[in-house]
């Protein structure tokens, strides 16, 4: 289970972090994401962390701006975002995968329920 928290409504510039826990089943690597959708349009990537160590992946929309980290003793992981601005305006969906023996990240099957974030113009 993935739970997300943290969103909110912010004037555009201003800032947010999101959290998401896992509880449950959990996996000796895995790699959690932060992905987004909006009204009317395609759920997006955001955002990769490997919690058992490695890399991070931004979209390019966000590189700069925001910032994915985690704490693997606590299955956690968070999103802070600085300088928002209206079009971060989204639902805020948590996932996971499993990394597989040859390091591929496997699909995304764990989803949480969202968070609203939403920055006034």
């Known amino acids: 289970q993935l739970v997300e928290s943290g969103g909110g409504l912010v004037q555009a510039g201003g800032s947010l972090r999101l959290s998401c826990a896992a509880s449950?089943?959990?996996?000796?690597?895995?790699?959690m994401a932060w992905f987004r959708q909006a009204p009317g349009k395609e759920r997006e990537f955001v955002a990769r962390i490997s919690l058992s160590g490695g890399g991070t992946f931004y979209a390019d929309s966000v590189k700069g701006r925001f910032t994915i980290s985690g704490e693997s003793a606590k299955n956690t992981v968070y999103l802070q975002m600085n300088s928002l601005k209206s079009e971060d305006t989204a639902v805020y969906l948590c996932a996971a995968a499993r990394i597989l023996p040859s390091g591929t990240v496997a699909s995304f099957d764990y989803w949480g329920q969202g968070t609203q974030v939403t920055v006034s113009s």
């Open positions: 449950g089943r959990t996996f000796s690597r895995v790699a």
